[in-house]
């Protein structure tokens, strides 16, 4: 049994610790991917929550199918994501909060110039046709690989693929702009 | 743009998650090098700038302490719920459903006892009766309900066939074979003798009330024959030989049990 195996079935069973184990190994990476999709820091928090309350109240009825456990956990994540613009009536908010946090606060000027890349950067990822957006999100922001991207999203590996490719080349000409 | 580029690209950029550098991506394919640097350059914008947002650190401590506040929230729950004896979890559940039946009208319950499987009463008619199993007192009680219940899914097979809907026969057929089963399998009814062999519980079971449930075994017998007996002229041709063979078995079935019961009694 492999160690993630372990540690899930352990979940399973109502092991607070291994639930613990997942969800510091997966946080970050379900927060980056939501933040990805709304571009807004609060609601991002409150998405990324929702997420792993949703998993706890779950995990009892998750079966390991030989899918990862994380194609599991961002299936939650992209179906919260995509409940929350529905309820938004299809507009995705375009305005980004700047209180988001960076991983070097050493350098405010860095900080800043960072935010301001994050920032252009989101707002480039959100003009992209849902489908391409959706592929760099689990890429980029889940770091999934195309395998588990194309789990989460049902579709086969060769769709993301050029889902993937198409997305950058159009932001690259957006970037060069 | 072609398949192959869309390969190579990806590729990379497995490769560049891990650590590597675009240039050594670009060296492994020359030939396509032109087109794919401006697509790896903006890729590697995409790394460093994804992997530089981050959750709050306060807000991250937030969340895990709310969750593992649910966490044993949960476990206290399911604790609580196996310190609950089971008669009393039973007892619970058939009087959530008796204050159900109360809410949705004592009229649509006793309406559900002559509801036929593909009827909307139907499912109110099977709880009702589970209802009225889970609060019986005694196993004798129990008995003489499954008797009932037997009598109930004869009457469903006779009025299933005349509509011609041979696919619910074997199913009820089935269901009244279980609910005689429990007639004998009733575990204060009988108690096992030094020889192997049952014998009626003098405890439980008084020798009248045996004779009683022989009695009403008999007589259920004969009704439901004559129900289905009845319903064979009324029923389609092609539905007939489902229900000459339910007749059949169900005669079998409720003689297996009359034979259990003296056999039991005889002792």
């Known amino acids: 049994m492999s160690i ?5 079935s352990r979940a399973i069973k109502g092991d607070g610790e291994a639930f613990a184990q997942l969800y510091e190994e997966h946080f970050d990476r379900i927060y980056r991917y939501v933040y990805l999709k709304v571009g807004n820091q609060a609601e991002a928090e409150d998405l990324t929550q929702e997420v792993f309350v949703k998993a706890l109240e779950a995990i009892g009825s998750y079966k390991w199918r030989n899918s990862p456990f994380a194609s599991w956990l961002f299936r939650i994540a992209h179906n919260r994501v995509v ?8 507009v995705e908010k375009v305005v980004l909060e700047d209180d988001i946090t960076l991983v070097s606060e050493s350098n405010p000027a860095l900080t800043a ?3 301001l890349e994050i920032e252009e950067l989101i707002n480039k990822v959100k003009k992209l046709p849902p489908a391409q957006r959706e592929v760099i999100s689990l890429r980029f922001g889940a770091e999934l690989s195309t395998a588990e991207v194309a789990k989460v999203l049902g579709k086969n590996t060769g769709t993301v693929k050029a889902l993937q490719y198409n997305a950058i080349v159009a932001l690259r000409k957006m970037l060069a702009k | 743009m072609g398949q192959k580029l869309a390969d190579i690209l990806n590729e ?3 490769r560049m998650l891990k650590g590597e550098s675009t240039e050594a991506c670009l060296k492994a394919y020359p030939e396509e090098a032109p087109e794919l640097e401006p697509l790896l350059k903006t890729s590697l914008v995409l790394i460093q700038t994804s992997s530089a947002i981050q959750p709050a650190p306060e807000f991250k401590a937030k969340v895990h302490s709310r969750l593992q506040a649910m966490f044993y929230a949960r476990q206290e729950k399911v604790e609580r719920g ?3 004896p089971i008669w009393r979890r039973k007892w619970a559940l058939a009087m959530t459903a008796i204050l159900g039946f109360l809410l949705i009208g ?5 309406a559900s006892a002559y509801a036929l499987p593909d009827e909307p009463l139907y499912p109110v008619k099977l709880a009702e009766e589970q209802v009225r199993l889970t609060l019986a007192f005694s196993d004798m009680d129990k008995a003489k309900l499954h008797i009932q219940f037997a009598e109930r899914r004869a009457v469903e097979i006779a009025g299933m066939a005349c509509q011609g809907k041979g696919d619910k026969i074997s199913v009820l057929t089935a269901q009244l074979a279980n609910h ?4 004998y399998k009733a575990e204060k009814l009988y108690e096992i003798t030094e020889k192997g062999t049952k014998a009626p519980a003098a405890a439980s079971a008084p020798p009248e009330a045996v004779e009683d449930l022989k009695m009403m075994l008999s007589n259920s017998r004969e009704k439901s024959l004559y129900v289905l ?3 064979l002229g009324k029923t389609p041709q092609a539905t007939k030989p489902g229900l000459q063979q339910a007749i059949e078995d169900i005669r079998k079935d409720y003689d297996e049990t009359l034979s259990k019961v003296r056999g039991g009694l005889s002792q």
């Open chain 2, 12 to 14: 990379c950029l497995e």
């Open chain 1, 113 to 115: 110039e960072r935010q």
């Open chain 2, 180 to 183: 005689l089963g429990q007639v």
């Open chain 2, 82 to 84: 196996a310190r609950i």
């Open chain 2, 106 to 110: 004592v009229g649509t319950v006793a």
């Open chain 1, 4 to 8: 993630e195996r372990d540690v899930v």
């Open chain 1, 83 to 90: 409940d929350y613009f529905r309820k938004q009536g299809k």
């Open chain 2, 229 to 231: 007996e009845n319903a």
